[in-house]
Nanobody, 119 residues
């Protein structure tokens, strides 16, 4: 059973930084599998923030975070990271880690970690 466990959320002032981690276990991912970070703010729909191929390439970023967030993979640790710099109050949300299954859809999800950015 694939498990994803996020950590690293918290409260930070605007302009600050946080690094989220997502440790995976219980399964193996092939070259084409993708790991994604999503977020959901109160009253808003969940949106994708960044994604990366399990092999470490082919990154994607939402326009709202380009230049501020960096997604990366450590295959030795089966962990994906999201480095978030220059955080803004509008980045406040619950952040979720997700992984695609063989069908290519994000079928595996973590429990989420809260990120709160104060102005």
């Amino acid at each position: 059973q694939v498990q994803l466990v996020e950590s690293g959320g918290g409260l930070v002032q605007a302009g600050g930084s946080l690094r989220l981690s997502c440790a995976t276990s219980g399964g193996t991912f092939n070259y084409y599998a993708r790991m994604g970070w999503f977020r959901q703010a109160p009253g808003k729909e969940r949106e994708i923030v960044a994604a990366i191929r399990w092999s470490g390439g082919n990154t994607y970023y939402a326009n709202s975070v380009k230049g501020r967030f960096t997604i990366s993979m450590d295959n030795a640790k089966n962990t994906v990271y999201l480095q978030m710099n220059n955080l803004k109050p509008e980045d406040t949300a619950v952040y979720y880690c997700a992984a695609t299954s063989v069908g290519g859809t994000y079928d595996y999800w973590g429990q989420g970690t809260q990120v709160t950015v104060s102005s």
